[in-house]
Antibody, heavy 120, light 109 residues
Framework: EVQLVQSGTEVKNPGESLKISCQGS????????IAWVRQMPGKGLEWMGI????????RYSPSFRGQVTISADKSISTAYLQWSTLKASDTGTYFC?????????????WGQGTLVTVSS | QAVVTQEPSLTVSPGGTVTLTCGSS?????????PYWFQQKPGQAPRTLFY???NKHSWTPARFSGSLLGGKAALTLSGAQPEDEAVYYC?????????FGGGTKLTVL
């Protein structure tokens, strides 16, 4: 059974750093792209970026480039989303999603989401 | 960055038919935009209904269909059920830059 399991809820202060994770199981992790998607409270979905764990090829949405870092450790089938300096506006739920295909045209499973709250 | 537009809200009667659309600020949505459709219910992760315009997953109810219609991507629900009440998002690719639509809140009433 394919699963993407994300790390748990985080509560952080502004200025702190954070790294959340998305662990894949039930499939060959390094053969599929992992996307990260943000959902701010009460708002829609926003595409942040993607990574191909096999070679760590990473592509960011222009809106998120320089704001976050996406990485992966294929040895433990895990992708990461990282902030070096959190802001209150980073509050939201973050989802990972699996995709594949030359144009990423095949997407299927999602993680359960990680709620990140940044507040003083 | 391109803007992807969806109806903010739609209402359908139980058993009725409704079409949700997904347009692009750059012009016609084509198969080359590889449109996706997702369903999200309150407090849940999104679920992928369609990929690459009209390809459904094993979990996608047969009453849903994906297509291109009038220069937009379209999601049609035929025979709406109460459990179809949700927010539906489209996602399209602009040569590898992916952009979500704002979502359509579908009410079954």
């Amino acid at each position: 059974e394919v699963q993407l399991v994300q790390s748990g809820t985080e509560v952080k202060n502004p200025g702190e750093s954070l790294k959340i994770s998305c662990q894949g199981s039930g499939y060959s992790f390094d053969n599929y792209w992992i996307a990260w998607v943000r959902q701010m409270p009460g708002k829609g979905l926003e595409w942040m970026g993607i990574i191909y764990p096999r070679d760590s090829d990473t592509r960011y949405s222009p809106s998120f480039r320089g704001q976050v870092t996406i990485s992966a450790d294929k040895s433990i089938s895990t992708a990461y989303l990282q902030w070096s300096t959190l802001k209150a506006s980073d509050t939201g739920t973050y989802f990972c999603m699996r995709l594949y295909g030359s144009w990423l045209q095949f997407g299927d499973y999602w993680g359960q989401g990680t709620l990140v709250t940044v507040s003083s | 960055q391109a803007v992807v537009t969806q109806e903010p809200s739609l209402t359908v009667s139980p058993g009725g038919t409704v079409t949700l659309t997904c347009g692009s600020s750059t012009g016609t949505v084509t198969s080359g935009h590889y449109p996706y459709w997702f369903q999200q219910k309150p407090g849940q992760a999104p679920r992928t209904l369609f990929y690459d315009t009209n390809n459904k997953h094993s979990w996608t109810p047969a009453r849903f269909s994906g297509s291109l219609l009038g220069g937009k991507a379209a999601l049609t629900l035929s025979g709406a059920q109460p459990e179809d009440e949700a927010v539906y998002y489209c996602l399209i690719s602009y040569s590898g830059v992916w952009v979500f639509g704002g979502g359509t809140k579908l009410t079954v009433l």
